[in-house]
């Protein structure tokens, strides 16, 4: 760019202009003065629009704009200023998003079209699902935005003007937390401590429970009435509260006034009282349940007897559990995921202590050889009030956490014109979906409760089909879970935003996220589940525990396609698609509930269960091809397969070799030592140790990404 013209040069003593000077240049004065160029008054400020209006957007400095410092003006009074000069012709390419990513403009605090959510505008960076997993702890240094202002000076033999640098935006505060990094890990670390201390407290209740009432019919028969409340609950309105009505809530936060308050009262109320309703003719027609869900033990006077009493103080918790879980959904939808992973810790201490009353007064089993026959009154009344108390606490400690959030329950009955048509609408499929699901698990009640009494071995019936999924149930509830817990209302907003890029980014985020722990835990399963079982079901006696043991192995592996169909599952309810689940949960069921009158009527009676147990997971196998395929295609036919498959492979050659070796140790020590407390503690020990330091060893040998960021970030927490 050349310099203003200088009229002096060239000229001669009397003014007039040197024959060999340069030519006076048009538009010229008499004296030869230029007027002054209007493009090139100011061409080295820093940045002239910013003195003149804050709210002008310069594409230069709208990167580096301070929304904190320099906040926007009331709606509806901008002006749009007048423009300054022709813009220049359009580039014949687009701009390159990796090299300019164009930021929108600054909006008013709160919800807005941009950041709807309560994100602070100061603090949220815009940034993919890879940066979040890959570069979150990566220190960059932000690009000079003013850089290219004087790229057309270089070469003119004059420096360009160093711009000043912007301000640093004033950090933000401590309880609003970082960016969506910070706030997705602190989510997902208090979900999974909180899983992780109720999945504990939940063993520790499952061993009080079989020392106090054995492995045998009465077992059993508390079993079927302990599990009969939740499968009316799941069938009912639990299976729609899960996973419809958290999009439901986050949209009722964005759309409505009232952050989607009167929205949760509605619902709150209206799930009382069809609760209400279901318990009170659940509890009438508990004799029928009974015989639905086992006729072994209908059939059985005395069994029958104490499965009707414990049903129908059992059965009330129907109401409690869907309190629990509405009041839970509605702290998800506003950020608060803790609450709900840790109130069932109360639920559990509440009925270990009941039971350790019940063991404190009578003995434990091995000890009283309690049955049904002889189980006092007494202690029914005392077992039944302590079940129904665990969830009335459970229940009751989330008013807390709803009142710190600012929300107050009102009871609300106009339920009509105000959305809940469309979610029961939904909610209908996700219903048809739990039936579908619970009728094969009734199949396997009835089957399994008929294997253990023909028999006639300890740990061989529903009690112990059901203590050795609780083990194996534990790394999902965890890591699984507690992940696609905290993404659920991300991907949500994507599905919404109709970004189906970004929810193919998080679901196969979520799948090779969950799949580092998932299929180690499930090759552990395999090759220690049989001193797993004698360590902690001992009390039961060392038959039973074995049984439990052989159990838990079968269902090891079924856990990774049962991981998978769970995460799967999630993109579906995001689009708010309730009918491809549940078609899927049929095939499910059908091949759970095939399978396993198949191994019933093939396999010996012994070995009945330890057949419906890999049924179950096979059953999911099915499940994931066909849920694959689809949500492949609702996503325009890109699932991101061909790195979650090579993830999930990668990871099952590393834990095959793991398995064998810690799997024959653990099985050497247990023939040396043998089934006793201490023989087990040591197979598992010994056998667990080797089993994940050559499952380590091979991950990192091989290069697998996911493994060697979860090694580098526990490395960063140590410091080392």
């Known amino acids: 760019m050349n310099a203003p013209y200088d009229g002096d040069r060239g000229q001669g003593a009397g003014g007039a202009a040197s024959p060999g000077g340069p030519p006076v240049p048009p538009g010229a004065g008499q004296d030869g003065s230029v007027p002054p160029d209007p493009y090139l008054q100011h061409a080295y400020d820093d940045d002239p629009y910013r003195a003149q209006d804050l709210t002008a957007q310069d594409p230069v400095g709208e990167a580096l704009y301070d929304r904190a410092a320099h906040p926007p003006p009331p709606p509806g009074t901008y002006q749009e200023p007048a423009p300054l000069y022709q813009q220049p012709p359009p580039a014949p390419y687009a701009p390159d998003p990796r090299i300019w990513a164009q930021t929108p403009p600054p909006e008013p605090a709160g919800p807005s079209r941009h950041l709807p959510y309560g994100d602070r505008p100061a603090t949220t960076q815009f940034v993919g699902v890879d940066d979040l997993v890959t570069r ?67 063993f520790v209740r499952s061993l009080v429970i079989t020392a106090a009432l054995g492995a ?28 419809v009505f958290v999009p439901q809530l986050v949209r009722a936060m964005k759309d409505d006034e009232d952050g989607g308050e009167a929205f949760a009262n509605r619902l709150l109320t209206l799930v009382m009282v069809a609760l209400g309703l279901i318990v009170a003719a659940a509890v009438l027609v508990a004799p029928v349940l009974i015989q639905l869900m086992s006729s072994t033990i209908a059939d059985d006077v005395a069994a029958n007897s104490v499965a009707v009493t414990f049903a129908r103080y059992c059965l009330p918790t129907i109401f409690f559990m869907g309190v629990h879980v509405v009041m839970g959904q509605i702290l998800n939808a506003r950020g608060k995921f803790g609450a709900m ?62 009142r710190e959030t600012g929300f107050r329950f009102r009871p609300r009955f106009d339920w009509k014109g105000h959305g809940l048509g469309k979610t029961v609408k939904l909610a209908k499929w996700t219903v048809l979906f739990v039936l579908a699901n619970q009728a094969g698990v009734l199949v396997v009640t009835q089957l399994a409760t008929a294997a253990g009494t023909a ?28 992940v696609m817990a905290a993404l659920l209302p991300r991907i949500s907003r994507a599905a919404h935003d109709n970004d189906p890029g970004a929810v193919r980014d998080d679901i196969s985020q979520g799948l090779r996220n969950s799949a580092v722990a998932i299929v180690p835990v499930a090759f552990t399963f395999l090759a220690l589940g049989l001193p797993m079982a004698t360590l902690l079901y001992a009390s039961s006696g060392i038959e039973a525990a074995r049984s439990m043991g052989f159990i838990l192995m079968a269902f090891a592996l079924g856990l990774i396609p049962y991981s998978v169909q769970y995460v799967v599952l999630r993109g579906f ?85 793991a398995a064998l070796v810690g799997g024959a140790v653990g099985f050497g020590i247990l023939e040396l030592v043998g089934t006793g407390a201490f023989g087990s503690l040591a197979a598992l020990i010994c056998g667990g140790v080797l089993l994940l330091g050559i499952f380590f060893v091979a991950a990192k040998k091989m290069r697998i990404e996911e493994v060697n960021g979860l090694v580098g970030m526990v490395r960063g927490r140590l410091g080392r």
Not at 467 to 482: C, R, Y
């Open 136 to 202: 979150a702890s990566d220190d960059r240094q932000e690009p000079d935005a003013f850089a290219h202002l004087f790229r057309d000076q270089e070469g003119s033999g004059k420096p360009p003007v160093p711009p000043q640098p912007e301000p640093a935006p004033a950090p933000a505060p401590a309880k609003g937390g970082g960016g969506k990094v910070s706030g997705l890990l602190k989510s997902s670390a208090v979900m999974a401590a909180g899983t992780l201390v109720s999945r504990l407290t939940g």
């Open 216 to 243: 045998a019919m009465l077992g059993d028969s508390f079993t079927i009435a302990y599990t009969l409340p939740t499968m009316i609950y799941i069938l009912t309105v639990g299976g729609g509260l899960n996973s």
């Open 341 to 402: 992973m840790w109130t069932p810790v109360l639920n559990n201490i509440v009925m270990i202590i009941t039971f350790g009353l019940f063991i404190w007064v009578y003995g434990t089993s091995a000890e009283s050889r309690m049955g049904v026959d002889t189980i006092p009154p007494e202690g029914v009344r005392l077992l039944g009030i302590g079940t129904l108390l665990g969830l009335v606490v459970q229940s009751l400690a989330m008013i807390p956490y709803l």
């Open 455 to 482: 028999s006639g071995h300890d740990g061989t019936g529903f009690l112990a089909y059901s203590n050795a999924q609780l083990i194996w149930g534990m790394p999902q509830a965890i890591i699984t879970v507690s």
């Open 573 to 657: 309810y995001a689009y708010e698609d309730t009918r491809t689940p549940f078609y899927n949960t049929v095939i499910v069921a059908a091949v759970n509930a095939a399978a396993s009158a198949l191994c019933y009527v093939v396999l010996p009676a012994r070995w009945a269960v330890v057949g419906m147990a890999f049924s179950y997971g096979l059953a999911y196998a099915v499940g994931v091809g066909v849920a694959w395929r689809r949500l492949r295609n609702r996503l325009g036919g890109d699932l991101d397969g061909a790195h979650i498959v090579r993830t999930y492979a990668r990871l099952c050659m590393a834990a095959v070799p």
